[in-house]
């Protein structure tokens, strides 16, 4: 069965910081992946997704993704007390995509 | 636009005792997931739904955990029999397959079986 990991499990950085968190997965067939935040207590919400090799920004979010590798990184520069949750990557094969799998998460705490 | 109600956000059972969980997906949506989240954990698929067909439930432990959704929108999760290794957060989710591949989560339903 497919299994995401994800790097670190916690991780602390200050205010105004960069944060870098990683998630492999082990299915050779995973095309597809996505980033969700989750805040304590609250759903999910998606952040980000990437399919193709390369690079993604969407603000003080980048996104990368190396497909020979099933590695996918997401950084976070100008990080913020907000910005302190649970990180999910969540993977799918092509034509899969009502079957992610998550990665157990990386929780950030964004310290002032 | 609502996003995905779920209810009640809070249960406490005893071990043998039976819960339902309630799902109201976002208007439209035709696809409806149901996760299991276990505390300091990533969701896991239990069960899915088109409209109101069941398309895969081979993650749900079909002795105690079932799942309906009769008339393609509302859908409800029911424990019967409730064990502690059931303790987790229930997280509903919908996607409108037609306009992209983001599923939409509810809050969760947070389970303690004792």
């Known amino acids: 069965q497919q299994k995401v990991q994800q790097s670190p499990e916690s991780l602390i950085v200050p205010e105004g910081g960069m944060a870098s968190l990683n998630c492999t997965s082990s299915?050779?067939?995973?095309?597809y992946f996505w980033w969700y935040r989750q805040h304590s207590g609250k759903s999910p919400k998606m952040l980000m997704s990437i399919f193709s090799n390369g690079e993604k920004e969407e603000g003080r979010f980048t996104v990368h993704l190396n497909k020979a590798s099933l590695h996918t990184s997401l950084h976070i520069r100008d990080s913020q007390p907000s910005d302190s949750a649970l990180y999910l990557c969540?993977?799918?094969?092509?034509?899969?995509?009502?079957?992610?799998?998550f990665g157990a998460g990386t929780r950030l705490a964004v310290c002032p | 636009e609502a996003g995905v109600t779920q209810s009640p956000r809070y249960a406490v059972l005893q071990e043998g005792q039976a819960v339902s969980f309630w799902c109201d997906p976002i208007s439209g949506h035709d696809t409806l997931y149901w996760y299991q989240q276990p505390r300091d954990q990533g969701p896991q698929l239990l069960v899915y739904f088109r409209d109101e067909a069941v398309i895969d439930n081979s993650q749900l432990p079909s002795d105690r955990f079932s799942a309906v959704r009769p008339k393609g929108t509302n859908s409800t999760l029911k424990i019967q029999s409730a064990k502690q290794g059931d303790t987790a957060t229930y997280l509903c989710?919908?996607?409108?397959?037609?306009?992209?591949?983001?599923?939409?989560f509810g809050e969760g339903s947070r389970l303690i079986v004792v």
């Open positions: 299915d050779r067939n995973v095309d």
């Open positions: 989710a919908s996607r409108y397959r037609p306009s992209g591949n983001t599923l939409y």
């Open positions: 969540a993977a799918s094969t092509a034509g899969s995509f009502n079957k992610l799998t």
